[in-house]
């Protein structure tokens, strides 16, 4: 126990003794109550901003430049599409995963790195890429009837070679057989079908003498990057000037130690190029903040316009997307984005590729599908089956795509919600055995008044189930019982209930 009775050899400044125990004296806590408020004047944005990541922020300069999403009409739109096409096209279609009778197991587009392919040979095929069968008309009709809303082109992967006639470089489509600017012909054909158009650029150059993939450490090396630096942005902005009607850029290849490490400069490019294209969307492959984190940045904040980790997968719940805008991009087989002509993995079908849709944007987020064409210019004919079956359930079905957003009720297992306005939308994965479709309404709100299937005619019964322990409102849905479902499809709810409809009957009393 502590004795703070006063000696003579140790002063109690700023205390007074009650009996033998000490009090604070009335100046001096006035003394501490001034203090307090000064420390708690200082700290209480910070305090504020701590309790979403739960540490103390970092003050950063070149982070995200933005805490929520982007409210502007163009990052709407974006937002709205619900469904895009990914189109990898370059002269590594021409191997197609094959070099010399070998077999190429990985991702076709990268075939120049595996040591089966001589580096000069591959170099060189762009002598040959001649796409004869290439009409980018029919593409774009394609990828209308399929239901994309946009589309992102590969203008250069990690090899290079430019599909745009680049003033910067002979390593273009200038230079082969074919000749004719590929990006001006997508662009065109796609935008006069209505498909907003995203332009892909790899940051990786392997073609380019300056580029380096870890930071430079001589003077040499440290001068030829900054040449690629240069080159890097003129290229980008070319693809500005000459492309005026394209909505966004996508990045790859930004993970580079040596692309990391400008994050001054990246960042001052990036702001340049929205500068120069106002409304331009720009997602998180982009550029890393000055610690060298990538899309989300020290303090937890996303860079740039829309979260780009969703690679080939998708988030198990909802709270895994953080409440910012993303999309996933998915390939047909396991993981080839460029044409390969031998598929040795599961190959997704139009099932697979609904519900990964559906799933994502029940989420908030876009869900977006890759094609890799041959070195003639044909999308493949499993691509071909795929987009047109997508297509088929989309016309009857879009409403529960286009422009919705994340309803938060509990997930029954039979598919997914989505909402557009007082309209709610249950895609149906998995036809209950009983023909009763059961939701769980949130307490406090209105269950449905009206309930049908998209493309068929007529509604359907609705029926109480009561409430649940936590005052849920249960309904049950009855699909027709002499209805075949060969296909998801898709539930309307319409309409709310009015508060003195009653239920058949009550939860019991507990």
């Not at 995200?64 to 469904?83: F, N, S, V, Y």
């Not at 492309?243 to 966004?248: A, R, S, V």
Request: charged share 25%; with cysteine.
């Amino acid at each position: 126990m502590i004795n703070f009775q006063r000696t003579a050899n140790i002063p109690m400044t700023g205390l007074e003794l009650f009996g033998n125990f000490p009090v604070i004296s009335n100046h001096t806590m006035k003394k501490l109550l001034l203090l307090l408020s000064l420390a708690a004047a200082l700290g209480c944005g910070n305090s504020f901003a701590q309790k979403a990541t739960g540490k103390e922020r970092v003050p950063l300069k070149h982070g995200a430049h933005r805490q929520g999403k982007r409210t502007d009409a163009a990052m709407q739109q974006w937002r709205e599409h619900g469904l895009g096409q990914f189109i990898h096209w370059g002269v590594y279609a021409i191997p197609g995963g094959h070099w010399d009778g070998k077999y190429f197991g990985g991702a076709a587009e990268w075939i120049r790195v595996w040591n089966g392919i001589p580096k000069d040979a591959y170099d060189n095929l762009y002598k040959e890429f001649n796409p004869t069968d290439f009409d980018a008309g029919k593409w774009a009709k394609q990828a209308k009837d399929m239901g994309a809303r946009y589309m992102i082109f590969t203008t250069k992967h990690h090899d290079g070679f430019c599909m745009w006639p680049s003033k910067y470089t002979d390593y273009t489509i200038a230079n082969t057989p074919y000749k004719k600017d590929i990006v001006k012909t997508i662009v065109d054909a796609y935008t006069k079908e209505g498909i907003d158009v995203h332009l892909y650029f790899s940051i990786i150059d392997w073609n380019h003498k300056g580029y380096s993939s870890g930071a430079p450490t001589t003077d040499a090396k440290k001068a030829a990057y900054e040449e690629f630096k240069t080159f890097t942005r003129n290229q980008l902005f070319e693809l500005l000037e000459m492309y005026p009607q394209i909505k966004g850029l996508w990045f790859d290849g930004s993970w580079d130690k040596a692309w990391m490490n400008e994050a001054p400069w990246v960042d001052q490019l990036g702001k340049d190029l929205r500068e120069k294209h106002p409304g331009l969307v720009i997602g998180s492959r982009f550029r890393a903040d000055e610690n060298g984190k990538r899309h989300y940045d020290t303090n937890g904040d996303l860079i740039d316009d829309y979260d780009q980790t969703w690679e080939r997968a998708l988030p198990d719940s909802f709270e895994k997307v953080k409440d910012v805008d993303w999309d996933c991009v998915m390939t047909v087989p396991e993981n080839q984005w460029g044409y390969h002509s031998d598929w040795r993995t599961y190959v997704k079908n139009s099932y697979d590729l609904i519900e990964m849709m559906v799933q994502a944007n029940s989420m908030n987020g876009n869900f977006v599908l890759n094609f890799g064409p041959d070195g003639k210019g044909n999308i493949r004919p499993e691509e071909t089956k795929l987009a047109k079956e997508i297509g088929e359930w989309m016309k009857v079905n879009s409403a529960a795509i286009y422009g919705v957003s994340h309803l938060n009720w509990k997930q029954q297992g039979w598919g997914y919600f989505t909402k557009k306005g007082d309209n709610i939308y249950l895609s149906v994965f998995n036809k209950p055995i009983d023909n009763r479709v059961k939701i769980i309404v949130p307490r406090g709100q209105a269950g449905p008044k009206t309930a049908k299937i998209l493309g068929m005619t007529g509604t359907l019964d609705i029926t109480s189930g009561g409430k649940n322990k936590g005052n849920e409102s249960i309904f049950y849905i009855h699909l027709p019982a002499n209805a075949k479902f060969e296909k998801p499809f898709v539930i309307a709810l319409e309409g709310k209930r009015d508060k003195n409809d009653k239920e058949v009957y009550d939860q019991a009393k507990i």
